[in-house]
């Protein structure tokens, strides 16, 4: 079955610098969520869409900005990079079903950002 | 790959033995929790959910028990075997409005298990 895709796998990119994180998600899910775990810490919420549309920003830095496009997929787009940025990003998807439905989230396996 | 939370709570088990991880939530209007597992290096990965008008759920050698009263979660591993050797989390789902939904995870936990 598909998954959460998400480019590149890996990414060294020195202070100052600018990346671009991309999300696939799961076939005919409508939701996608961006997390930020560091070394020993439990992922952080950054920010999700719903339907192309941000739904609820976490502990985004006004340095990343994010946004889903008509095909589902989504960026996250940083900029002036700073050490610690240096993080697993996760992103994930899920399917909402209806009011009061539940529908858990699936995880890519992750982009390690590197900064230097 | 590299290791994920080297600094979390460990928990070591012998194979074989039972293993039960712990979670606290932080938000009593939480309907909805979620066990991830997750390996070195890989994204968490589903293991078990529980609704919670629910108090406990089983699936295949893992249980989740629920306590509303003290918002507490716990994750039960029967038998555990070395490929259940991973960091495990618990998140809540947060509801945001517009019937969309945010996860937050608690602290992981490392299991360790032991030949």
């Known amino acids: 079955a598909a998954g959460v895709i998400q480019s590149p796998r890996h990414l060294i990119k020195e202070k100052r610098e600018t990346a671009t994180l991309k999300c696939y998600p799961i076939?005919?899910?409508?939701?996608v969520y961006w997390y930020q775990q560091g070394p020993g810490q439990d992922p952080q919420f950054l920010i999700s869409?719903?339907?192309?549309?941000?739904?609820d920003k976490g502990s985004i830095p006004d340095r990343f900005s994010a946004q889903q496009f008509s095909d589902y997929h989504s960026e996250l787009n940083m900029s002036s990079l700073e050490l610690g940025d240096s993080a697993l990003y996760f992103c994930?998807?899920?399917?909402?079903?209806?009011?009061?439905?539940?529908?858990?989230?699936?995880f890519g396996q992750g982009t390690r950002l590197t900064v230097v | 790959g590299e290791s994920v939370g080297l600094h979390l709570p460990t928990l070591s088990v012998q194979e074989g033995d039972n293993s039960i991880i712990n979670c606290a939530y932080s938000?009593?209007?939480?309907?909805?929790f979620i066990w991830y597992k997750q390996e070195s290096g890989k994204g968490p990965q589903f293991i078990i959910d529980?609704?919670?008008?629910?108090d406990k759920r089983q699936g295949q050698r893992v249980t989740v028990l629920l306590n509303k009263t003290v918002k507490h979660l716990s994750l039960q591993i029967a038998a555990t075997q070395p490929g259940d050797s991973a960091v495990y989390f618990c998140?809540?789902?947060?509801?945001?409005?517009?019937?969309?939904?945010?996860?937050?995870f608690g602290t992981g936990t490392r299991l360790k298990v032991l030949a």
């Open positions: 529980i609704r919670s008008n629910m």
């Open positions: 869409f719903y339907e192309k549309m941000q739904s």
């Open positions: 998140a809540e789902k947060q509801a945001l409005g517009s019937g969309t939904y945010k996860y937050i």
């Open positions: 994930a998807s899920s399917l909402r079903r209806g009011r009061g439905t539940n529908a858990e989230a699936f």
């Open positions: 938000n009593s209007a939480s309907d909805y």
């Open positions: 076939p005919r899910h409508d939701t």
